[in-house]
């Protein structure tokens, strides 16, 4: 009798160990420390495709560059050797132009505003443009940006005059230099020493990097609230992950990617005001825009930066067409 239930029990275990091995296992890599909200988000939509498919298909999720360096993420999605990844769009500007829409400022005021993008043309624009680039856009969310500076505060357009700014893309660089600031770039990691030295004396970009950078010691203001500018996080796929799973098991991902933008856009916003109340406490002056004030913003972008993304992009007037014009 004992051998008979050591027997089943080592049954049990080959079963149990068979099964594990065949679930197939997927990689998500993406740049950003294991306490990022975006880092929340690849576990979110790692969980949700785990209970669509039953267990049957895994994901393993890799924070802060292990996998594969930021930018390179792009390459090791078209070698298959990364499955899944958190992407800025507009890194893939330089071989997608349309990429470029990911940073144009005056197209969202909050990260919810970006959840209609899947309900109109501009998605299965971005969609083909992307595909072209050797991998998926399976799905995207927005996280908002804002301006903080040194000396006499930013908050409208014109008070960029005569500033030293690092922007978030070319057009928002457009935008800048239309109001007579200076552009300087420069990667993320360089911004704090350009504002503690005056190499920059204003920088637009998300909330998450004033947060990642600790910016809140080195800056005197901080325009919060709705706001005029947010960036396109892709969720972008590898085009071999079709041939690793069964089409239910696909359409299975494709969903929880789906699913997951509501919760990252619901986790972003909140974000953005614990920040902005984080920077308060130590000591930044904290300016809420106004709807006057964000219509200004709003318009000043309508006028520079839509205009350079028009004459720069291929069929730029028509994308910014497609974000109002339902499928």
């Known amino acids: 009798m004992k051998r008979t239930w050591i027997g089943a029990v080592a049954a049990i275990a080959v079963f149990s160990s068979s099964a594990a091995l065949a679930a197939t296992q997927l990689r998500f890599s993406?740049?950003?420390?294991?306490?990022?909200?975006?880092?929340?988000?690849?576990?979110?939509?790692?969980?949700?495709?785990?209970?669509?498919t039953n267990g049957e298909v895994t994901v393993s999720v890799h924070p802060n560059q292990e996998l594969a360096?930021?930018?390179?993420?792009?390459?090791?999605?078209?070698?298959?050797?990364?499955?899944?990844?958190?992407?800025?769009?507009?890194?893939?500007?330089?071989?997608?132009p349309l990429a470029e829409?990911?940073?144009?400022?005056?197209?969202?005021?909050?990260p919810q505003d970006g959840l209609v993008w899947r309900e109109r043309k501009i998605w299965?624009?971005?969609?083909?443009?992307?595909?072209?680039?050797?991998?998926?856009?399976?799905?995207?969310?927005w996280a908002m940006a804002t301006i903080g500076n040194t000396g006499e505060p930013i908050l409208l357009p014109s008070d960029?005059?005569?500033?030293?700014m690092r922007g978030l893309g070319r057009a928002t660089e457009?935008?800048?230099?239309?109001?007579?600031?200076?552009?300087?770039?420069?990667?993320?990691?360089?911004?704090?020493?350009?504002?503690?030295?005056?190499?920059?004396?204003?920088v637009l970009t998300q909330y998450a990097s004033f947060d990642g950078y600790n910016l809140q010691e080195v800056i005197d203001h901080m325009l919060v609230g709705r706001g005029f500018i947010g960036g396109l996080h892709a969720i972008l796929m590898s085009e071999r992950v079709k041939d690793k799973v069964s089409e239910e098991q696909y359409q299975a991902i494709l969903d929880a990617i789906a699913e997951s933008e509501v919760w990252f856009a619901e986790e972003m916003t909140a974000f953005d005001e614990r920040v902005a109340a984080k920077f308060e406490e130590q000591g930044v002056q904290i300016h809420r825009l106004d709807d006057a004030s964000l219509q200004a913003w709003n318009d000043d972008a309508r006028r520079t930066a839509w205009q350079y993304f028009i004459d720069q992009v291929p069929n730029g007037e028509e994308a910014l067409k497609a974000v109002n014009e339902p499928l």
Not at 70 to 85: E, T
Not at 177 to 202: F, H, K, R
């Open 101 to 110: 829409i990911g940073a144009l400022p005056g197209l969202v005021s909050t």
């Open 69 to 96: 360096r930021a930018r390179a993420q792009h390459q090791s999605l078209q070698q298959g050797r990364i499955d899944f990844a958190i992407y800025p769009l507009p890194w893939l500007s330089g071989k997608v």
């Open 160 to 164: 960029m005059s005569g500033h030293k």
């Open 30 to 52: 993406h740049s950003y420390t294991a306490d990022d909200e975006r880092h929340a988000w690849a576990e979110v939509i790692a969980e949700k495709i785990k209970e669509k």
């Open 124 to 141: 299965p624009m971005l969609q083909e443009a992307i595909a072209e680039a050797g991998v998926v856009f399976a799905g995207g969310g």
């Open 174 to 202: 457009a935008m800048m230099m239309e109001n007579g600031a200076t552009i300087t770039s420069m990667p993320a990691s360089e911004i704090y020493q350009a504002l503690q030295t005056g190499v920059l004396t204003g």
